[in-house]
Structure formats: structure tokens, C-alpha cells
């Protein structure tokens, strides 16, 4: 059965700092994965998506990497600023169309 | 303006009194989900559908049944509901194939079932 982690659960940073947001998941046949952002309260945003046959995906301060044989996605947020606090989700579509969500990353950027 | 419409946006009801969450999408999309929201268990599939009359269970179907006779409309039915269905609901849809299959989410439903 597909299980996604990510890791760290909550994450303080001060502002203008470049991170690191980890998603690993347990089995490798996935059909792609997608970050999404999540605003308290609020609906999920799609920040990037990437096919299970590409190795990463850019979108201005974000890049997302996959790497299927490992299990393992990273994104990277550069220059973090005080918007950027959100809780962060990793989810991978597999096979039979069902979509498995990571528990997320919690973020605060200190101004 | 592209977007998938979940209505209502909170509701309050009592224990065995069925209800419906709509959902509506205008972007042609094959895939629609539904998901519930809970804290320290993260989001949960409970059903999907690949296309018209076509659904399946995700992971916690138990409780929820779903239809799918439109292909921009995907209702959540709640039979019976009780207080353990209390929680942020979230419908998806997406294209199935090709290269952008990016989901879409609604702004959420918050059930609370008394």
C-alpha cells in the first residue's frame, strides 16, 4: 500500500533563507506527483507537477525534484519570504487513479 | 475564469439526516475526487471518478456514496450521517492523460454532524 511521508512536520525559518521540503513515498509506480500549498482554512493551490517521467519541474522561486527509484521528491523554496508560510503537501497519483497526500509541512517565515 | 465549485461551503446538521455536497467543474475535466480533511490524519480519498458513470472507492469510502451522471458534476452523498463525518471536505478534478494533468481544488466544505 502507498504511504507518503514528508518530513519536517513544522518548519520556522527567518525570512530571505533558502529551504528544503522533503516527500518520500513507498512505492515507485507512481503516475506523477504534485505539491500543493494550503492556507489555513482554505482550499489546496497547486504549485507544481511533475510526470513520472520527468526529474523536476520550475516555477519561479520553486523547484520541485522527483526521483522515482528512490522514492523521494524535494521542493525548494528560494529566498523565503513571510507569504510563503503555508502548509505544504505532497501528493503522487498511482495506479488505479488513486491520489495518496502526504500529512504536509508546516512553514513560517520570520520576518 | 477556470475553477471547481463546492457548495455549500459550511454546514451544520444532526445525526441520520441525509445530505448532499455538490460539486461542479468547468473545465472539461475526466477525474473528480473527493477528499476529507482531518487534523493529524491529512487528506483521505473517498471516492473518485474517472468519467461519467464511472467511480470507485478511495481509501475511506465507508459512509459516502457518490454519482457521476454529468461530467462537470460530482455530488457526495451523506445517507446517514453521523458525528464521526465531521470534517473539511475537499472535491478535485483533473485531466486523466497528456501532460497536464493538474488538480484543481474547490475551497472546501466544513460538515459538522451533531
Known amino acids: 500500500k502507498q504511504e507518503v511521508t514528508q518530513i519536517p512536520a513544522a518548519l520556522s525559518v527567518p525570512e530571505g533563507e533558502n529551504l528544503v521540503l522533503n516527500c518520500s513515498f513507498t512505492?515507485?509506480?507512481?503516475?506523477?506527483l504534485q505539491w500543493f500549498r494550503q492556507d489555513p482554512g482554505k482550499g489546496l493551490t497547486s504549485l507544481l507537477l511533475?510526470?513520472?517521467?520527468?526529474r523536476e519541474q520550475t516555477s519561479g522561486r520553486l523547484n520541485a525534484s522527483l526521483d522515482k527509484s528512490s522514492g523521494r521528491s524535494t521542493l525548494y523554496i528560494a529566498a523565503s519570504q513571510p507569504g510563503d508560510s503555508a502548509t505544504y503537501l505532497c501528493?503522487?497519483?498511482?495506479?488505479?487513479?488513486?491520489?495518496?497526500f502526504g500529512a504536509g509541512t508546516r512553514l513560517f517565515v520570520k520576518a | 475564469e477556470a475553477q471547481v465549485t463546492q457548495n455549500p461551503r459550511y454546514l451544520i446538521t444532526v445525526t441520520g439526516k441525509k445530505l448532499t455536497v455538490t460539486c461542479s467543474q468547468n473545465?472539461?475535466?475526466?477525474?473528480m475526487s473527493w477528499y476529507r480533511q482531518d487534523p493529524g490524519l491529512g487528506l483521505r480519498q473517498i471516492y473518485y471518478?474517472?468519467?461519467?458513470?464511472?467511480?470507485d472507492k478511495g481509501d475511506v469510502p465507508e459512509g459516502y456514496k457518490v454519482s457521476r451522471k454529468e461530467k462537470r458534476n460530482f455530488p457526495l452523498i451523506l445517507e446517514s450521517p453521523s458525528p464521526n463525518q465531521t470534517s473539511l471536505y475537499f472535491c478535485?478534478?483533473?485531466?486523466?492523460?497528456?501532460?497536464?494533468?493538474?488538480?484543481?481544488f474547490g475551497q472546501g466544505t466544513r460538515l459538522t454532524v451533531v
Open positions: 473545465m472539461n475535466h475526466e477525474y
Open positions: 478535485a478534478s483533473s485531466f486523466l492523460g497528456g501532460r497536464n494533468t493538474e488538480a484543481f
Open positions: 501528493a503522487v497519483s498511482a495506479g488505479g487513479f488513486k491520489t495518496i
Open positions: 511533475i510526470q513520472s517521467s520527468q
Open positions: 471518478s474517472m468519467n461519467v458513470e464511472v467511480t
Open positions: 512505492d515507485s509506480a507512481i503516475y506523477n
